[in-house]
Structure formats: C-alpha cells, structure tokens
C-alpha cells in the first residue's frame, strides 16, 4: 500500500484535496498535525529498531524516565 501526503494551509485547500482524491476513487483521510507527529515518530523508531544502531527497549526505558520525571 502507498501513501501520499499532502500538507495544506487551510480547509479550502483540504476540501479541494479530498474532492479530487474522491473523484479519483482513492481512499483519503485526514490526520491532525499531532497524529502525524506521533505516524513520523512510530515510524522513527521502528527504524532504527531495524538499523541496528537503535533499541526500541532503551527509547521506551528513557521515555518512561522522562514522563515520570
């Protein structure tokens, strides 16, 4: 499955987005800027988790750390 991003400035420009997505039968939705910013991080860390150099354990640890503080 791909994904397509399109950033806009307003409503306008999302409501003219979503109509033509629509238009071309394709599936669309629309994500607040906090839910990116949680997508961009998950997947952040699901990469490094795989590159070797990073440990999901160690970040979830030091999260932990930094929310109890």
Do not use: C, Q, W
Request: zero cysteines; glycine letters at 2%; hydrophobic letters at 40%.
């Amino acid at each position: 499955m791909d994904y397509i991003v399109i950033p806009t400035k307003n409503k306008t420009e999302t409501d003219f987005f979503m109509d033509l997505l629509k238009k071309m039968h394709k599936e669309a939705k629309t994500l607040s800027p906090s839910k990116m910013e949680d997508r961009a991080f998950i997947a952040a860390l699901k990469e490094s988790e795989l590159s070797g150099k990073g440990s999901l354990k160690r970040v979830k640890a030091h999260l932990d750390k930094v929310i109890s503080a």
